[in-house]
């Protein structure tokens, strides 16, 4: 980095995530620190990675993690990044463009940033978005220390997915039932979110509307150990659905 960017977070470089690709030809690393989108080629027969190019995000946005989509079907070659931010509490949407012959890089052009929280509201100066997911064309965001539904009660954020284009528009709040949701998954026929709160360490499955994307009701929570510190890296880190 040349120099520090607009948050106290970003004195050095910070990537969050390592993405594979679908073709398995190129690696994605959002770097919270750089406000960048690194992209790297992989040599198929050495697996040497090469710096080829990187996606610029708006300053002090943070990206942390990032879903590939496609408006035509074919998810070998999808043409869509979603990307959350977590210091901006937001989520971009990018283009994706493959070189047309062999060698050359991927290229990401963001198109534009939406709020983890309703039009008209924000998060507080201790919020941070967590992870995201896509089901069908849904798209979803976890905030964490929100409190949009109470004490200790933070939020996951739906989106629509227009699916000839990409583009997202807002849809919704729903409880995550859960404090500093870190971590959520959902279930392969799409009926179910099983979220896990790092800090109340618990997994919260809440019931989901597959044709609406609307995340309902809390089905069943079941504490893990002991909770964690607000603001601590303690409590539950993580929860996976074993299908």
């Known amino acids: 980095m040349s120099q520090k960017g607009p948050n106290s977070r970003q004195d050095v470089p910070h990537p969050h995530e390592i993405l594979l690709d679908p073709t398995g030809k190129?690696?994605?690393?959002?770097?919270?620190?750089?406000?960048?989108?690194?992209?790297?080629?992989?040599?198929?027969?050495?697996?040497?990675?090469?710096?080829?190019?990187?996606?610029?995000?708006?300053?002090?946005?943070?990206?942390?993690?990032?879903?590939?989509?496609?408006?035509?079907?074919?998810?070998?070659?999808?043409?869509?990044?979603?990307?959350?931010?977590?210091?901006?509490?937001?989520?971009?949407?990018?283009?994706?463009?493959?070189?047309?012959?062999?060698?050359?890089?991927?290229?990401?052009?963001k198109l534009s940033t939406l709020s983890t929280y309703a039009p008209g509201t924000k998060g507080g100066p201790t919020t941070k978005a967590a992870e995201l997911r896509v089901a069908g064309n849904f798209l979803y965001a976890a905030n964490r220390a929100d409190q949009t539904f109470g004490s200790q009660q933070d939020s996951i954020a739906t989106y629509k997915i227009d699916p000839s284009t990409g583009a997202i528009s807002w849809l919704e709040a729903a409880n995550a039932h859960a404090y500093y949701p870190r971590t959520f998954q959902i279930n392969k026929a799409g009926t179910y979110v099983a979220v896990g709160g790092q800090t109340s360490s618990n997994v919260a499955i809440l019931n989901r509307d597959p044709s609406t994307g609307k995340i309902g009701s809390l089905v069943a929570s079941i504490q893990v150990a002991t909770a964690g510190r607000a603001g601590e890296e303690d409590g539950l880190s993580a929860v996976i659905w074993v299908e």
């Open 26 to 109: 190129f690696i994605l690393v959002p770097d919270l620190g750089a406000d960048l989108i690194r992209i790297f080629s992989i040599d198929a027969t050495s697996g040497q990675l090469t710096a080829c190019g990187q996606g610029k995000a708006d300053a002090g946005d943070g990206p942390r993690h990032g879903k590939f989509f496609s408006t035509s079907g074919n998810t070998s070659q999808p043409n869509v990044l979603y990307t959350l931010n977590e210091l901006g509490n937001s989520v971009s949407y990018w283009t994706v463009k493959y070189p047309s012959g062999s060698g050359g890089c991927m290229t990401l052009s």
